[in-house]
C-alpha cells in the first residue's frame, strides 16, 4: 500500500466544547480501498473526529482534504453529497416507521410523486440480504433488537453511494455471524476502491478487517501502525500508555446462599418455562445467540414484561407485584442493553441520570438532600472513572462509552441483591473493560449475585462460574465453569441438546 | 448554576424590554399601580401555568384546566351562597379540582390513553357539568367577606402574594423534591425511568392531580375577584397557560423546562395584554403579537439547543437574525402605534377621553355600535378608545380591560358588559376611582349591584322583551293563529336570551292555536343551531316555523331548513337584522328578523356622556331603543335608511 497518495488528509483539527477540549491537533491519513482502523479509550475523541470530517460538527481549526480538494462541510447534508457517509455510533432511527420506510428516509423513490412501496421494500430486503439479516422489511424499527437495528442502520448507509464510509462501532451489538457478513460487505467495498474507517473496540475486528490502525488518547492521534506489523500488546500501550493484562481476572468468591430463584418462568411465545438459581457471590453467565430470549428473560425476571406463569424468589421472598419498581425494591437491578432508549434520559444532567435509582437514599418525606445527592454521584463518578466536564453537563454530550458507564454507576448506586446485566461491556473500551470486571468482581466480592449477559465468549468464559446457554426461548442447558467451553457452548447455543 | 438560569435569564431579559417599551411609549404603564395591575391580570394564567409545567415536564398535556376552573368557580360561588363558610367553600373548590386531576391521570395511567384525549375529553365533560350545575347561569351575590381574597395588604394584591408564594412552593417542588425529580425523568425518557424504578404510574396521576388542584385555585381566586362565577369563564385558557409554560421554555417534548420560566412566561403576555391597551391597539392585533412572541420563543429556544448541541455556527446565526428581525418589527410595530397614541393624545385639557367596551368585536351588531360612537365623539369633540375581548364570554378578560382604563384615568366607560353579575366589580372599582359608566345593550344584575354598592348611569339598549314579542306576534299572525313553532334560544342564564324568549311567548299569548312543541338553546352560535334545528325537523314533522333569539341562530337554523328541503314549508324568525340576515330575507328565504339599532345605542351613549361631562346632565336610568319587524315587505327600506339612525325613545 505503500507510495500511494492517500485519498483523505486530516490537519491539525482541533474543536473545543464547553469544558472539554476534545480535540487537539488531531490528524489522519486514509488510503484509497484502505480499512482504517480507529482505535482509542472512551473519550479520546475518536466519534468527534469523524463527525467532524461528516459535517455534523465544525472544527475550531484544522484542514480536511478529500480526494485532492479542501472541504468544509457545515451539514451532514453536504458531506453526504460529496460521498461522506457515516454509519453513527448512537442508533438513529425512526422507531415508529418500518425498516424499509427507514433504509429509504428522505431519499424514498417516487413515481409521480407518490411512494414506490414495492421498490421501497425490495430494495431494502436486498441491502439486508448483503448483510445476511432477513428481517421483514415491514417490521417497526421500534420491534427490532438492537443488533437488528445495527444492521438497518448500516443498510441505510450501504444505500447511499458512498465515496468514503465511516463505521462507529458497527459490531458492538452484532453476533459472530453477522460480523462476518458484515466483513464481507466491506471488502468488497473496498474493491471497489472505496475506503473504510473503521472504529472498534474489539482487537478482535482490528486485526480480522483492518488495513492500518491510528490510535487516539486525549483529543490527540498518537499513531498510525500497519496492522500487520504490530500486535495487541503495543496498540494497547499507544491507547492508554500502559499495558493492561490481556487475561480476565477471575476472583476467588465464596459462593453462599440463593439469592435469585426462579421456577418455571414462560411468556407465551417468547419464553419457555424457564428454572435457574444463582447464589450470593456467583456470576452466572447467559449465553445465546441474538433473538435467543436472553433479554427477554432477564425482562420477565425483572418484572419488565409480564410472564404468564412462574415464580421469582429473591432471598427467599416470592415476587408478587410484578414490575421493575417492586423488583428494585426487593433488590433485583437490571442494566439494560439499548441504553438510548431504556437507560438514559439524554437531556438531562448526567448527575440526575445517576442518582435517579437511588434517590429514596437521599430523600426524607420525599425531600432530596442535593448536597448528599451530588457526593454520590461524584462518588460514583470517579469510582466508574468517567469522564466529564461536570455533572450537570447533558448526557447525551458524553462519549458513548461514558454513556453506558453512568448506566453502570446508576445500579451500583441502587446497592442491588441481584445484578442482570445485559451486554455490559458495549462500546467501552479496553481499559475501561477491565475496571468493569475488576467492579463485577467487586460486587460478587461483597456477596451480590450476577447475571451476566454477554456475547462476548471471553468475558463469558473468564468471569462466569456457571454458564446457562439459551436457544429459541428455552434454556437448553447449564454448564458449570470446568466444562464450559467456546465448542459446548455453541453446540447448546445452536439447539444440539446436552449429551 | 449559570448555565441552568442562561434561558430563563433571556426570557427575563425579553419581559424587561417589553416592560421597558410600553413605558416609553406610554405614560401610564410603568406606574407602581399599574404594574401591580399587570401581576394581578397575569395571576390565574401563572397559577394555572404551574400545572402544565409539571404535566408538560412530565411530558403530557393538560387541556381540561380551563373548563375545571369554570367547574371549581361555580361550586365555591354556590357554597358561598349557601350560606357556608369561606374555608368550607375553597376546600370544596380545590376538592373538585383535585378531583378532576385524579380522574384525568387516573384514566390516563390505568387507560393508557394519550393526556391529550384524556384532557380533551375532561375539558367538555367538565365545560358540561358547570352549565349542568348552574342551569348555564352564573352565580353571584358572594359575602363580602370573599371579596378579602382580591384585596390588598400593604398596598400589595393578596393575588399576588399568593402567586408568589405557589410559585417559591412549586419551585421547590420540582427541584428538590422527588416528584419533581421525577417529573423530568418521566418526561426524559418514560421507559427508562420505569425500569429504573420509578413508580410512573403513580407519579403521574400526583402531577394531573396537582393540574386539577391549581385550577381549583385559579378557580376560587377569579371567583372572589369577579364576585362571581360562571359557567362560561375560562375557555381557551388552558392554551394560555400552555403558551405561558412554552414562552418560559418548557418544552412540549417533555423533560425540560422550569416553573420561573412559565412564570415569566404568563407575566410577558400579561405586560403585552396591558401594555397594548394602554397604547390603544385594537384588541384584534393582540392575538397577532402574543401568537408572534410564542412562535418566536420557540424559534429562539431551538436555535440555542441547535448552537448549544451541535455549535453549528451558520445554522445558529441565521436563526438569530430571524430573531432579532421579529423582534425588530414588533419593535417597530409598537414605536409606531406608540408615536400614534401620542399624536391623539389630547393636546387641550378640555378634550374627554371616552372608552367604549363591547363584548367583542366580532360582529357586524358591535361594530355598528362602535362605528356610530365614533362618529358621535367626531362630532363631539371628544375621544374614543375601542377596547374588546375575542370572545363574548371571556369576562375575566373584560374586566382586565376595565382596570386598565381606570388606569388610564379616562373620562367615562360606555360599557356593553359581557356578564350581567361578574362586570359588577368591575363597575364598583371604576366608582371607586371617580369614572361614570354608562351600560349599553346587556343590563347588569340588579341585585348584584346594589350589594357591591356598584353605581351605573343609565342603561341604554334594545327593549329585548317587546322584540320578542313583535317576532311573537308577527309569527302568529303568519301562521294564521295555528301552527307549531319552536323557539331556539341563546345562551340560558343570558339577561338578554330570557327577555327574548318571555317577549316571545307573551306575543303569541293571545293565540292559543299556536303551540311551541320545543325550546332548545344553542348558544348563539350558528354551527350550534343548525344542529339544534336539524334534530327539531326530525323530531317535529309537523313543524311551521322556528323563532331563532339572534340571526346567527337563524341563519344556522335556515340552514338546515333547507337541506331537509322544508323551505316554505318552516318558515324562520331571526332577531337583529344583520346584514346577511338582511340579504336571506330579500331573497326570501327567511322570512323575518327583528331590527335593533346598535348604532343608536353607540350614538345615545356617547352623547349622554358626553353631556354629562361637560354640563353635569345625568341621563334617564333606562333609555330604550326602538325595535323593529323586518320582513320582504319593507328590508328594501330599512337597508336604504342604512347606518342613519332612526329617532327613538328617551332621546336626550
Ligand atoms: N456535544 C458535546 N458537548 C460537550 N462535550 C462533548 C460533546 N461531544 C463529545 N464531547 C466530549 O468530547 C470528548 C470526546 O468524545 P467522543 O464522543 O469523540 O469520544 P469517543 O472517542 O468516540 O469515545 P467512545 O469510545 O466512548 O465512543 C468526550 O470527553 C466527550 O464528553
Ligand atoms: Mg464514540
Known amino acids: 500500500m505503500t507510495g500511494m497518495e492517500p485519498i483523505l488528509r486530516m490537519r491539525g483539527i482541533c474543536k473545543r466544547f464547553p469544558g472539554v477540549q476534545a480535540l487537539q491537533d488531531a490528524g489522519l491519513d486514509v488510503l484509497p480501498g484502505e480499512v482504517h482502523v480507529l482505535l482509542g479509550e472512551n473519550g479520546a475523541g475518536k466519534s468527534t473526529l469523524m463527525k467532524i470530517l461528516c459535517g455534523q460538527y465544525t472544527a475550531d481549526s484544522g484542514v480536511v482534504t478529500f480526494a485532492g480538494e479542501a472541504i468544509r462541510p457545515a451539514s451532514p447534508l453536504e458531506a453526504e453529497s460529496r460521498g461522506l457517509v457515516m454509519i453513527h455510533q448512537e442508533l438513529n432511527l ?25 421498490a421501497m421494500r425490495q430494495g431494502a430486503q436486498n441491502l439486508l440480504a448483503k448483510l445476511r439479516c432477513d428481517v421483514d422489511p415491514d417490521t417497526p424499527v421500534a420491534d427490532l433488537s438492537v443488533a437488528e437495528q445495527q444492521l438497518v442502520e448500516i443498510a441505510c448507509a450501504l444505500r447511499q453511494r458512498a465515496r468514503l464510509l465511516v463505521m462507529d462501532e458497527p459490531t458492538a451489538a452484532l453476533s459472530d455471524s453477522e460480523i462476518e457478513a458484515l466483513f464481507d460487505v466491506i471488502h468488497s467495498l473496498c474493491g471497489d476502491g472505496v475506503p473504510v474507517i473503521f472504529i472498534s473496540h474489539r482487537m478482535k475486528d482490528i486485526f480480522a478487517i483492518g488495513d492500518r490502525v491510528t490510535v487516539m488518547r486525549d483529543g490527540r492521534t498518537v499513531g498510525t501502525r500497519d496492522v500487520k506489523h504490530t500486535e495487541v500488546a503495543e496498540l494497547i500501550q499507544l491507547m492508554v500508555g500502559r499495558t493492561i493484562a490481556e487475561q480476565i481476572p477471575k476472583r476467588e468468591v465464596r459462593i453462599g446462599e440463593v439469592v435469585l430463584q426462579v421456577e418455571g418462568l414462560v411468556r407465551a ?45 429473591v432471598t427467599g421472598r416470592t415476587m408478587s407485584g410484578r414490575n421493575p419498581g417492586a423488583s428494585i425494591a426487593a433488590g433485583l437491578g437490571f442494566i439494560t442493553e439499548d441504553r438510548k432508549r431504556q437507560g438514559l434520559m439524554l437531556q438531562r444532567s448526567v448527575g440526575e441520570n445517576i442518582t435517579l435509582t437511588s434517590l429514596d437514599d437521599v430523600a426524607r ?43 453502570l454507576a446508576r445500579w451500583l448506586a441502587a446497592r442491588c441483591r441481584v ?64 466444562e464450559a467451553t467456546q465448542e459446548r457452548v455453541m453446540q447448546l447455543a445452536l439447539g444440539e441438546s446436552r449429551s | 448554576m449559570i448555565r441552568h438560569l442562561s434561558p430563563r435569564l433571556q426570557t427575563l431579559f425579553v419581559l424587561i424590554g417589553v416592560a421597558l417599551l410600553f413605558g416609553i411609549a406610554s405614560p401610564h404603564f410603568l406606574a407602581t399601580d399599574n404594574l401591580l395591575n399587570v401581576m394581578q391580570q397575569s395571576a ?9 409545567t409539571f404535566v408538560i415536564i412530565s411530558g403530557g398535556i393538560d387541556l381540561s384546566v380551563g373548563s375545571i376552573l369554570a367547574l371549581c368557580g361555580l361550586v365555591v360561588a354556590d357554597q358561598l351562597v349557601a350560606g357556608h363558610s369561606g374555608a368550607v367553600a375553597i376546600g370544596a373548590g380545590l376538592l373538585v379540582g383535585g378531583v378532576c386531576g385524579l380522574a384525568n391521570g387516573l384514566i390516563t395511567t390505568l387507560g ?42 400593604a398596598g400589595v394584591p393578596v393575588l399576588v402574594l399568593i402567586v408568589a408564594v405557589l410559585y417559591v412552593l412549586a419551585h421547590l417542588v420540582l427541584t428538590r423534591t422527588k416528584l419533581g425529580r421525577y417529573s423530568y425523568a418521566i418526561g426524559g425518557n418514560e421507559q427508562a425511568a420505569w425500569l429504573s424504578g420509578v413508580r410512573v404510574g403513580r407519579y403521574k396521576v400526583a402531577i394531573y392531580t396537582l393540574s386539577g388542584l391549581m385550577a381549583g385555585v385559579a378557580a376560587v381566586l377569579m371567583t372572589s375577584r369577579l364576585n362571581a362565577a360562571s359557567p362560561l369563564s375560562g375557555e381557551m385558557y388552558e392554551l394560555y397557560a400552555i403558551a405561558a409554560a412554552v414562552i418560559g421554555g418548557v418544552s412540549l417534548m417533555g423533560g425540560e423546562g422550569g416553573v420561573l420560566g412559565t412564570l415569566v412566561g404568563a407575566l410577558i403576555m400579561g405586560t403585552l395584554r396591558n401594555g397594548l391597551n394602554a397604547l390603544n391597539v385594537p384588541s384584534a392585533l393582540e392575538g397577532m403579537v402574543v401568537g408572534g412572541v410564542l412562535v418566536a420563543a420557540v424559534v429562539f429556544d431551538r436555535a440555542r439547543h441547535r448552537a448549544a448541541e451541535a455549535e453549528k455556527l451558520r445554522g445558529w446565526t441565521r436563526y438569530r437574525k430571524l430573531v432579532l428581525a421579529g423582534i425588530g418589527a414588533a419593535v417597530v410595530m409598537a ?37 356610530a360612537a365614533e362618529r358621535e365623539a367626531a362630532a363631539q369633540g371628544v375621544r374614543l378608545v375601542s377596547l374588546a375581548a375575542d370572545r363574548e364570554t371571556d369576562v375575566e378578560r373584560q374586566y382586565q380591560i376595565i382596570e386598565n382604563l381606570i388606569q388610564q384615568k379616562v373620562d367615562a366607560i360606555l360599557l356593553a358588559p359581557a356578564g350581567s353579575k361578574e362586570l359588577v366589580p368591575a363597575i364598583r372599582k371604576a366608582n371607586d376611582a371617580g369614572i361614570p359608566v354608562l351600560i349599553l345593550d346587556t343590563r347588569i344584575d340588579q341585585g348584584a349591584a346594589e350589594s357591591m354598592g356598584a353605581r351605573v348611569l343609565t342603561f341604554i339598549g334594545s327593549d329585548n322583551f317587546e322584540g320578542g314579542a313583535v317576532a311573537g306576534r308577527y309569527l302568529a299572525d303568519k301562521l294564521g293563529g295555528k301552527g307549531n313553532v319552536a323557539i331556539i334560544e341563546g345562551i340560558s342564564g343570558h339577561e338578554t336570551a330570557d327577555r327574548r324568549r318571555l317577549g316571545f311567548l307573551n306575543g303569541i299569548e293571545a293565540h292559543p292555536g299556536i303551540r311551541v312543541v320545543a325550546s332548545q338553546t344553542a348558544d348563539w352560535e350558528r354551527a350550534r343551531a343548525y344542529t339544534v334545528a336539524e334534530n327539531l325537523l326530525q323530531a317535529h314533522p309537523d313543524l311551521d316555523a322556528i323563532f331563532a333569539a339572534n340571526d346567527e341562530m337563524a341563519l344556522g337554523a335556515l340552514e338546515a331548513v333547507a337541506a331537509a328541503r322544508r323551505l316554505g314549508h318552516v318558515g324562520v324568525v331571526g332577531f337583529d337584522a344583520i346584514p346577511d340576515a338582511l340579504a336571506n330575507i330579500g331573497s326570501g328565504r327567511l322570512l323575518g328578523s327583528v331590527a335593533q339599532f346598535p348604532g343608536e345605542m353607540g350614538r345615545l351613549g356617547l352623547r349622554h356622556a358626553v353631556a354629562l361631562l361637560r354640563d353635569g346632565t345625568t341621563p334617564p336610568r333606562e333609555i330604550l331603543t326602538r325595535v323593529e319587524m323586518i320582513d320582504r315587505l319593507n328590508v328594501g327600506s330599512f337597508a336604504k335608511r342604512g347606518m342613519k339612525a332612526p329617532p327613538s325613545r328617551g332621546n336626550p
Request: proline share 5%; hydrophobic share 45%; charged share 20%.
Open chain 1, 94 to 118: 425512526v422507531p415508529g416507521l418500518s425498516v424499509a420506510e427507514n433504509v429509504f428516509l428522505g431519499h424514498e423513490p417516487t413515481h409521480g410523486g407518490l411512494i414506490r412501496s414495492d
Open chain 1, 269 to 313: 411465545g417468547v419464553l419457555s418455562p424457564v428454572s435457574l438459581s444463582v447464589r450470593s457471590g456467583e456470576i452466572l453467565g447467559v449465553a445465546g445467540l441474538m433473538g435467543s430470549g436472553r433479554t427477554e428473560l432477564a425482562r420477565a425476571i425483572f418484572g419488565a414484561d409480564v410472564a404468564d406463569g412462574g415464580t421469582v424468589r
Open chain 1, 365 to 407: 418525606f420525599g425531600v432530596l438532600d442535593l448536597r448528599a445527592e451530588r457526593e454520590r454521584a461524584e462518588g460514583l463518578v470517579e469510582r466508574l472513572k468517567i469522564h466529564l466536564a461536570s455533572l450537570d453537563q447533558e448526557t447525551v454530550s458524553l462519549s458513548g462509552g461514558n454513556q453506558q458507564k453512568v448506566v
Open chain 1, 419 to 482: 445484578l442482570l446485566f445485559d451486554e455490559p461491556t458495549r462500546g467501552i473500551d479496553v481499559a475501561a473493560k477491565a475496571e468493569i470486571y475488576e467492579l463485577i468482581g467487586e460486587l460478587v466480592g461483597q456477596g451480590v449475585a450476577v447475571v451476566l449477559i454477554t456475547s462476548e465468549m471471553p468475558e463469558l468464559l473468564g468471569l462466569a462460574d456457571r454458564v446457562a446457554v439459551m436457544h429459541e426461548g428455552a434454556l437448553q442447558g447449564v454448564l458449570d465453569r470446568a
Open chain 2, 44 to 52: 390565574i394564567n401563572a397559577i394555572l401555568g404551574i400545572g402544565l
Open chain 2, 112 to 153: 393508557r390513553i394519550p393526556p391529550f384525549i384524556t384532557t380533551l375529553g375532561m375539558m367538555l365533560i367538565a365545560r358540561s357539568a358547570a352549565k349542568i350545575y348552574s342551569g348555564s347561569k352564573p352565580i353571584s351575590g358572594l359575602p363580602e367577606s370573599f371579596r378579602a381574597l382580591s384585596g390588598s395588604v
Open chain 2, 335 to 371: 414605536a409606531a402605534f406608540g408615536i400614534r397614541a401620542t399624536f391623539n393624545a389630547p393636546t387641550q385639557a378640555k378634550t374627554f377621553t371616552i372608552a367604549f367596551v363591547p363584548k367583542a368585536l366580532n360582529s357586524p351588531f358591535w361594530a355598528e355600535m362602535q362605528q
